[in-house]
C-alpha cells in the first residue's frame, strides 16, 4: 500500500510555524498581515473556496477582506478593485478567485495585481520569469509551490525522475510543468487531445493529476512505487451523505494507493497545502512591506 500523503497534517505544522510569525509581527510593529480576495460572481465551488480561505486567516491572526462583485460587473470596475488594493497598506497579498465571468479577460485583470502582492504566483512576470532557464520568479504560484512542499516533507526527490503532468490549465497544469521543469525532471504533458494516454501516464515516476475528471487514472495506469499528486476536487453524486454528494480526485484512490509509492488523498491532500501556500506569501509579504516602512 502507498503512503498516504496527509497534505492537513503537513499544513498544520506549516500553519503553526505562520501563526508564530504573525505573532511577532504584531509584538514588533503592532501590525498583521492583510489578504484580500476578490471574487466576482458565484459559481458552484466558490463560496466554498473563499470561506475556507476566511477561515484560515482567522485562525492565523490574518486579517482577510473579501472584495465580493456581482456576474455582471465590468472589467474596468474589477481592475479599479485591483488598484485600490495595490494602493491599500493594510493589504500585503491580493488573490482574485478564478475563473473569472467570460465577459472578463483573466489576464488583464491579473497583470494589474501589484507584483509585491500576488500571492498567487499568477503575474505575467512571475510566471514569464518560471518558464526561462536561470530567471528566478518572486514567488512560485501557489499551486505547484504546495506539491513541491509535500514531495519534499515527504522524501520523494525530483531531479532526473520522469513526471507527467494531466491537465493543461492555467492555474495547476501549465505552472505544474513548469516547475517540474526547473526541479530538474523529464516532463511530459498529457491532455484530451493526447492519444496513448495510459501508457504515457504509466511510464510516470510523478503523476500530477489534473484533468477535473473524477476518478478518471485508474490504478493500472500507475507506474508501481511512483508519486501520484491529485488536484482533482470533483462532486460525486452519493446518497449516503447528508449534502448529497462527495469529492473525488481526478485519481481512483481506492485501486492506485494499491500501487503507487506515495498518494494525496480528496479531500485533506494538495487543498489544505494550496491556501498553506497562499497565507505563507501573504506574510512573506507583509513582512517586507512592514519592515521597510518602519
Not at 511512483?226 to 454528494?245: L, Q, R
Amino acid at each position: 500500500m502507498a503512503t498516504v500523503i496527509d497534505g492537513k497534517a503537513i499544513s498544520q505544522t506549516i500553519r503553526s510555524q505562520i501563526a508564530n510569525e504573525v505573532r511577532l509581527l504584531s509584538q514588533k510593529y503592532g501590525k498583521v498581515p492583510g489578504l484580500a480576495v476578490v471574487a466576482v460572481g458565484i459559481t458552484k465551488d466558490s463560496p466554498r473556496y473563499v470561506e475556507m480561505k476566511r477561515k484560515a486567516c482567522t485562525e492565523l491572526g490574518i486579517k482577510c477582506l473579501v472584495v465580493e462583485l456581482p456576474e455582471q460587473v465590468s472589467e474596468a470596475e474589477v481592475i479599479n478593485q485591483v488598484h485600490d488594493l495595490n494602493a491599500n497598506p493594510h493589504v500585503h497579498g491580493i488573490l482574485i478567485q478564478l475563473p473569472l465571468p467570460k465577459h472578463i479577460n483573466e489576464e488583464n485583470v491579473l497583470t494589474e495585481i501589484s507584483l509585491e502582492k500576488d500571492v498567487d504566483g499568477f503575474h505575467s512576470l512571475n510566471i514569464g520569469k518560471l518558464a526561462m532557464k536561470g530567471r528566478e520568479p518572486l514567488r512560485l504560484p501557489c499551486t505547484p509551490k504546495a506539491f513541491l512542499e509535500l514531495l519534499e516533507r515527504s522524501g520523494v526527490g525530483i531531479k532526473g525522475k520522469r513526471a507527467v503532468v494531466v491537465g493543461r490549465s492555467n492555474i495547476v497544469g501549465l505552472p505544474a510543468s513548469l516547475v517540474l521543469l526547473k526541479a530538474d525532471a523529464t516532463v511530459t504533458i498529457v491532455h484530451s487531445h493526447t492519444s496513448q494516454l495510459e501508457n504515457i501516464i504509466r511510464e510516470a515516476d510523478i503523476v500530477i493529476a489534473a484533468a477535473g475528471q473524477p476518478m478518471m487514472i485508474k490504478g493500472s495506469w500507475i507506474k508501481p512505487g511512483a508519486a501520484v499528486i491529485d488536484f482533482g476536487n470533483n462532486a460525486v453524486d452519493d446518497p449516503t451523505k447528508k449534502s448529497g454528494y462527495r469529492l473525488v480526485g481526478d485519481v481512483d484512490f481506492e485501486e492506485a494507493s494499491k500501487i503507487a509509492g506515495w498518494i494525496t488523498p480528496v479531500p485533506g491532500g494538495v487543498g489544505p497545502m494550496t491556501i498553506t501556500m497562499l497565507l505563507k506569501y501573504t506574510v512573506e509579504g507583509a513582512k517586507r512591506y512592514i519592515e521597510k516602512n518602519n
